[in-house]
């Protein structure tokens, strides 16, 4: 499909750092819901696109094969909790988290320094804040 028709298009307008690749990308429907695919270009040095099962893996991978773009695609199982294969192309991406540099991350996916600054704020933001206990019960015990 037309890049623009993907959901999230919008998304990569506002982040990522060289926009003349979303003319080159593509939106891939996969159960109804179109995602942008953006190929590698300038500092862009690869890319992904997160499938629920081996079999859409290998349906994206087939729809993007031979596109400019997209060389070196593969598929493996994502280290990520909220997904569980990745089709990728283009270079090896760098160590994920939690050993990631946010930053390194966001420049080999080709993202605005103040993309990357937006989310690395945001980030450490989130980081800070402890985390709330989900025990219904209080931490003492109240009087007999």
Known sequence: MSPWEAYDFDYYVQRIAEPELLKKSWAVRMMRM????VPVGGTRR??????????FALA?????????????LRMRRST???EIYVVEWGEKPPA???????ADVGRFYGYSEAAIDQYTARR?????????SCSVFSPERPPA
């Not at 450490?124 to 709330?132: F, R, S």
């Open 46 to 55: 690869g890319g992904d696109y997160p499938v629920p099962c081996p079999h």
């Open 80 to 82: 990520r909790t909220d």
């Open 96 to 102: 994920l988290w939690p050993d990631a540099n946010d």
């Open 124 to 132: 450490t933001q989130v980081l800070t804040v402890p985390p709330a």
């Open 34 to 37: 179109p995602l942008t695919a």
């Open 60 to 72: 994206v991978r087939d729809a993007l094969q031979d596109r400019p773009g997209y060389p070196h």
